[in-house]
C-alpha cells in the first residue's frame, strides 16, 4: 500500500496539509475520521516514511487475515470492549510505531461525525503518547456509503494535525483531550463541496441516497423513499427532489424543506428522539442471519427474529436443533453498524457484535430501515445514560 497510496492519491489531486507536526515522530496514536477505504491511501501518503498498524474489523479479514495481519491489521469487533486491543496498542508503540484507529467505527452516513466516545481519548492518556489527527474532506462525496461506486472528482483534502503533544497528553485531562478531538475530527463532506467549487457531476449522484434519507418531510411518511440518477423521491405523495452538481437538493414543487443531507439527517433523528422520549420506540420483523465467528466466512443460521426496543436488541433463532438468543442492552451500546445491499446479496443489514460472535441480521419484512435502527440505537443509549 505504501508504493500505490502516493501514486493513487497524487492522481486524485489529493492534497495533505500538516499543522504542528514539525517534531512529531512515531511513537504516537493517530485517529482519522472515515468514510471509504480511499482514506486508509490518504493515510498512507500522509505518514510517509512511518510505518503503522491497523485496528480492522473482523469481517475485513475473511479469506485473508494472513494478507491483512501481514501489514499490521489489528482483528476488532465494532462496538466491543476488548481488553486485547490494549495490549496490542501497547505492543505498536513499543516498537516505536504509529497506532491507527478509526474512532467513529463505521463509515460515515452523510458525509459528517458520527459518535466518538470519550474512551478514544482515553487512550492517548493511557499511554502517554502524541495524538495526532487525521481529518479527509470531499471522501465521502467521491465514494458515499448508500452508493460506493467511485466518482471522479479531484481536489480532495486532508489535514494531519498533532492535536496534543506528549507532554500536553500528560497534562490535560482526558476531558480536555476529548474536546480537542472531537473539534480536529469535525466535518461536513456537503458543506466542503458546497464551498470547494468543485462540482458533483456524476449522473447517479442521487442514487441510494434514500438508504439516508428514509422519511420524507412532506407528508412525514417513513419506508416509502425512493432514489435513482439525481432524483430523490417519495412514492406515498410523489414530491421529487433533484440534487445539483453542488449536493443541494432542490424540491421540484413547492417548499424544499431540508436542501442539505447532513439537516435532513438529524431531522429524522430528532423524529426518533421523540419516539424514545415518549417510550414508544419499537421494531420487530422476522430476519435472516448469518453468522461470522472467526475470518473463515460466514454460516448460515436460517432465519430468526429481531426485536428492538427501548431495551435494545434481541435476537433469537434455532440453529441445529438448539435455540439461541444475543441480547445488546441500549444503555450499554453507543451505536451499532449497519450495511446497506451488504455483499450485494440480501439486502441492507444490522450486525449485533459480541467477544466472540458477529451476527448479521437482515430484516424481512416490506417496509424497514436499518438507518432508523442505527439513529434509535444512539438515541436510547443517550437517554438511558440521561445524556438527552
Known sequence: MKIIAPLTTKKQGQIINKVN???????????????SYYDLMVLERAILPNRCNYVVAIDGFIKREWLLRSIGGICKR???NDVNL????KTVLKNGDIMVIYPEAR???????AIIPESNAA?????????????????????PFYNPKRRKIKGLEATLKCIATKEEVEKLSVKELDVRLQEALEYDDYKWLRESGILLKDKNRAKGLHKVLYQCPHCLTEYE????????????????YEMDEHGV???????????????WYEWERNNVKKEVLENRYHFECP????????????????????????????????YKDEDYEVILLAKDHYSVHIEYEYLGKFGDCVDLNTLNDTFYVYPKCEKFSVTKMSLACEELYKYLNNKI
Not at 507536526?21 to 468514510?35: D, S, T, W
Not at 490494549?86 to 496498542?89: A, D, S, T, V
Not at 463509515?107 to 461525525?113: D, E, I, R
Not at 435472516?288 to 465467528?293: E, G, K, M, Q
Request: with cysteine.
Open 287 to 318: 430476519v435472516r442471519v448469518d453468522a461470522l465467528p472467526n475470518a473463515k466466512g460466514y454460516i448460515d443460521l436460517g432465519m430468526g427474529k429481531l426485536v428492538h426496543d427501548m431495551n435494545g436488541f434481541k435476537l433469537t433463532g434455532r
Open 249 to 263: 437538493l432542490h424540491a421540484l414543487e413547492g417548499e424544499t424543506e431540508f436542501p442539505y443531507v447532513p439537516d
Open 86 to 89: 490494549l495490549r496490542h496498542i
Open 107 to 113: 463509515y460515515s452516513l452523510c458525509g459528517t461525525k
Open 21 to 35: 507536526m514539525e517534531g512529531i515522530k512515531p511513537p504516537y496514536i493517530l485517529m482519522g475520521n472515515h468514510n
Open 123 to 143: 487512550l492517548a492518556k493511557m499511554f502517554k503518547v502524541p495524538l495526532v489527527t487525521l481529518t479527509t474532506h470531499g471522501d465521502h462525496i467521491v465514494e
Open 225 to 240: 423513499m425512493s432514489s435513482d440518477g439525481i432524483q430523490l423521491k417519495c412514492n406515498h405523495c410523489g414530491k421529487t
Open 78 to 80: 465494532k462496538f466491543t
